[in-house]
T-cell receptor, first 111, second 112 residues
Framework: KNEVEQSPQNLTAQEGEFITINCSYSVGISALHWLQQHPGGGIVSLFMLSSGKKKHGRLIATINIQEKHSSLHITASHPRDSAVYICAVRFMRGSQGNLIFGKGTKLSVKP | NAGVTQTPKFRVLKTGQSMTLLCAQDMNHEYMYWYRQDPGMGLRLIHYSVGEGTTAKGEVPDGYNVSRLKKQNFLLGLESAAPSQTSVYFC???????????FGEGSWLTVV
């Protein structure tokens, strides 16, 4: 079965802390997306990756294909990073090739 | 840059009423999607389209219909609304299936 699991569900951090959000999936994938959903509801794409590592500002996304696992790291966290972070996966087989979404990780960064 | 625009943003319907959600994108994307987001669950695909004039069922299509008469527009219809369709609806688009996906701001629908 094509499944995506995120951990933790909720995360509270102090400003400046290094944050890691994890995503695991069940079978082979062609791509993994990290998305950010702000309290107002809008969803923006942060990264799309199929191997290795990508970096944009204070955000770093890594993926380990063999272990079926990806991490999203936030360095020097700031209250404006407070949002729900969502992992979405495109499986190689099944799901009609469409994205399957995790339930999200709610991050709250306190000043 | 408008990107993906959804209307209306908020709507309250009575059980049995019908309505249409409109999604418009100005990026000349081939692929368009309608998702629903419910508490404690990941986004779930309702219907999608891989090009003008095409539509396909997603994971939770029952109770919804869609049309893609023009490349830039993707309409989601509820013929007879039910309380179970109370949700936040997101439209999205992408150039192709393996590309970055762009989302609208969401439409909050309550069925009473």
């Amino acid at each position: 079965k094509n499944e995506v699991e995120q951990s933790p569900q909720n995360l509270t951090a102090q400003e400046g802390e290094f944050i890691t959000i994890n995503c695991s999936y069940s079978v082979g994938i062609s791509a993994l997306h990290w998305l950010q959903q702000h309290p107002g509801g809008g969803i923006v794409s942060l990264f799309m990756l199929s191997s290795g590592k990508k970096k944009h500002g204070r955000l770093i996304a890594t993926i380990n294909i063999q272990e079926k696992h990806s991490s999203l790291h936030i360095t020097a966290s700031h209250p404006r990073d407070s949002a729900v972070y969502i992992c979405a996966v495109r499986f190689m087989r099944g799901s009609q090739g469409n994205l399957i979404f995790g339930k999200g990780t709610k991050l709250s960064v306190k000043p | 840059n408008a990107g993906v625009t959804q209307t209306p943003k908020f709507r309250v319907l009575k059980t049995g009423q019908s309505m249409t959600l409109l999604c418009a994108q100005d990026m000349n994307h081939e692929y368009m999607y309608w998702y629903r987001q419910d508490p404690g669950m990941g986004l779930r695909l309702i219907h999608y389209s891989v090009g003008e004039g095409t539509t396909a069922k997603g994971e939770v299509p029952d109770g919804y219909n869609v049309s893609r008469l023009k490349k830039q527009n993707f309409l989601l219809g509820l013929e007879s609304a039910a309380p179970s369709q109370t949700s936040v609806y997101f439209c999205a688009s992408s150039l192709a299936s393996g590309n970055t996906i762009y989302f609208g701001e969401g439409s909050w629908l309550t069925v009473v």
